[in-house]
């Protein structure tokens, strides 16, 4: 049976289109769906509430919005307690392409040797989006991927981003995308749960070093499409967004890279900067400014903590 594992906040009609999407995409497999909510503020609506009755949907309330990782795993727990051989986790952004689900499961279950499968992603039009990495994310790769460095760094850029390889032939990866996934039952065993020191961005990195260290193998399926419609819920906290990227960022580097703490302060002062030129033209981010500087130093002096 897979558990497919759904994660909301605010965005519930957006959830009920996935939902409706995922249960289309198993053709009459086994399933069970666990729609976490994250603490929203906003009521469920009525049309979500008949849905989930009359489909047997496991409802899943978070007492507090602790992020991407602390929600999936609520789903992930309840899932493994009812005996599913395998979970996806999905952002609620996602729609499913027939028979995406059941060829990821297809692949783990011919291929014992690997925990995580991603599906290939897609916008709207149908073009490829970034949905795999092709290496382990280092300092090295920080500072000339995830910063204006990219520019001069175009080629590793691309072959960072397997963008340098048919997005219609499958390969092992050191990592997919964290916006929808499938992992064997074995595999989250060892690998879960999920660290939720993050509370959006860099989860698929951590995922990806652990997976490494226990020797288990990441394959991406192009096989199995999802369409993903970006920002229905980050879009509404874009300051928030910028003040997550910058606290993800640091604890990453501290606690799993083990990095200088001159290397960190680095990154720090250049989102602060990058943070501040863009709240120029914004006035989001002109407003959020004062909350963003708070975390993010405070997110700064724990970088010690993690090191130790």
Same mark, same amino acid.
């Given at each position: +049976? #897979?558990?497919?594992?759904? *994660?909301?906040?605010? #965005?519930?009609? #957006?959830?009920?289109?996935? +939902?409706?999407?995922?249960?289309?995409? +198993?053709? &009459?497999?086994?399933?069970?769906?666990? *729609?976490?909510?994250?603490?929203? /503020?906003?009521?469920?609506p009525d049309a979500v509430k008949q849905y989930i009755h009359a489909n047997g949907v496991h409802f899943l309330q978070s007492k507090k919005?602790?992020?991407?990782?602390? &929600?999936?795993?609520?789903?992930?727990?309840?899932? @493994?307690?009812?005996?599913?051989?395998? *979970? @996806?986790?999905s952002n609620n952004d996602i729609l499913f392409r027939e028979g995406a689900i059941q060829s990821m499961a297809a692949y783990l279950k011919s291929h014992p040797d690997t925990g995580i499968a991603g599906p290939k992603v897609v916008d709207r039009?149908?073009?490829?989006?970034?949905?795999?990495?092709?290496m382990r994310t280092g300092m090295k790769e920080i500072f000339q991927i995830f910063t204006a460095a990219k520019l001069v760094f175009g080629r590793k850029w691309k072959r960072y981003y397997c963008l340098d390889r048919n997005p219609d032939k499958g390969r092992?990866?050191?990592?997919?995308?964290?916006?929808?996934?499938?992992?064997?039952?074995?595999?989250?065993?060892?690998? #879960?749960?999920l660290d939720e020191h993050t509370v959006l961005y860099d989860e698929e990195l951590i995922i990806g070093i652990r997976m490494a260290q226990r020797g288990l193998k990441t394959h991406y399926c192009p096989k199995a499409v999802v369409e993903h419609r970006h920002g229905h819920t /980050?879009?509404?906290?874009?300051?928030?967004?910028?003040?997550?990227?910058?606290?993800?960022e640091m604890y990453y580097c501290s606690a799993y890279l083990k990095a200088p703490l001159w290397q960190i302060f680095l990154l720090y002062q250049y989102r602060n900067l990058l943070y501040t030129v863009r709240s120029i033209r914004n006035k989001e981010l002109r407003d959020y400014?004062?909350?963003?500087?708070?975390?993010?130093?405070?997110a700064w002096k724990r970088c010690r903590r993690y090191q130790t």
């Open positions: +049976m #897979t558990g497919i594992i759904i *994660l909301n906040y605010q #965005t519930w009609e #957006t959830s009920l289109k996935c +939902m409706k999407s995922a249960v289309r995409s +198993m053709e &009459g497999g086994a399933y069970a769906v666990y *729609l976490v909510d994250n603490a929203s /503020t906003e009521p469920m919005n602790g992020g991407y990782a602390s &929600g999936n795993n609520i789903g992930i727990k309840k899932a @493994l307690e009812d005996g599913c051989d395998y *979970l @996806l986790i039009a149908g073009r490829a989006q970034y949905s795999c990495c092709s092992d990866v050191y990592y997919v995308s964290g916006c929808c996934f499938m992992m064997s039952a074995a595999c989250a065993g060892q690998i #879960t749960p /980050t879009d509404r906290m874009k300051p928030f967004m910028f003040r997550c990227i910058s606290e993800s400014k004062k909350q963003y500087k708070q975390a993010v130093k405070a």
